[in-house]
């Protein structure tokens, strides 16, 4: 599983663009927002997420922050009947402010989510149903104990293994805190977490 990719764009579509690193181009599924913010010979750094389909094989989706796609896979994983282009399609109305959309999702505020960001009223209460307690911890800050290299690294190698990034934030977060994570040596804490995980804790 492809978790993040550091690509020069090589071609931009209408929806998805070519990423080539290493002498293989990626076709990254993209939102449009993603899409009007990248030019063709941008070095760009994408978090990845996948699907598998019986009539298209595997199918990649590329985000320009972690938190975008974190979104993303809310709208995949818990919204009824959201499939990844339907996820994606969500995605373009909420990045114009996720942290606003965050809010108004898990407050059910349907107002300003068919206002401001133009979902429908029927969208928009299915959407705020399904996330309301979904999105405590998508995206919140890091305090500075658990911050660093260590996390973006600890998280990346849990993704590749299949794990959710809403999974893998709070246990991460755990073992960073009880350690020193500027020093500590990153085998050992990818092993504390992955154990922690596997408990279920």
Do not use: W
Request: charged letters at 30%; aromatic letters at 10%; glycine letters at 6%.
């Amino acid at each position: 599983m492809i978790a993040t990719l550091q690509a020069k764009v090589t071609k931009i579509k209408e929806n998805s663009v070519i990423a080539e690193t290493g002498g293989v181009g990626y076709e990254l599924n993209c939102c449009a927002y993603s899409i009007s913010k990248l030019k063709k010979g941008d070095e760009v750094f994408f978090h990845v997420s996948s699907s598998f389909s019986m009539y298209e094989g595997q199918s990649l989706y590329g985000f320009l922050s972690e938190e975008e796609k974190e979104i993303f896979e809310l709208f995949r994983e818990h919204v009824p009947q959201t499939g990844a282009r339907k996820a994606l399609e969500y995605l373009n109305k909420a990045v114009k402010s996720i942290s606003e959309f965050k809010k108004a999702a898990s407050s059910k505020d349907i107002k300003t989510l068919t206002a401001i960001f133009g979902f429908t009223k029927k969208t928009a209460e299915k959407l705020a149903e399904a996330l309301k307690d979904k999105l405590a911890f998508c995206g919140e800050d890091i305090s500075p104990s658990v911050s660093g290299e260590n996390y973006e690294k600890l998280l990346n190698a849990l993704i590749s293994l299949g794990y959710t990034p809403s999974e893998c934030r709070q246990p991460v977060k755990d073992i960073l805190s009880r350690n020193d994570s500027a020093k500590a040596d990153f085998e050992t804490l990818f092993k504390q977490a992955l154990k922690k995980l596997s408990r279920g804790l």
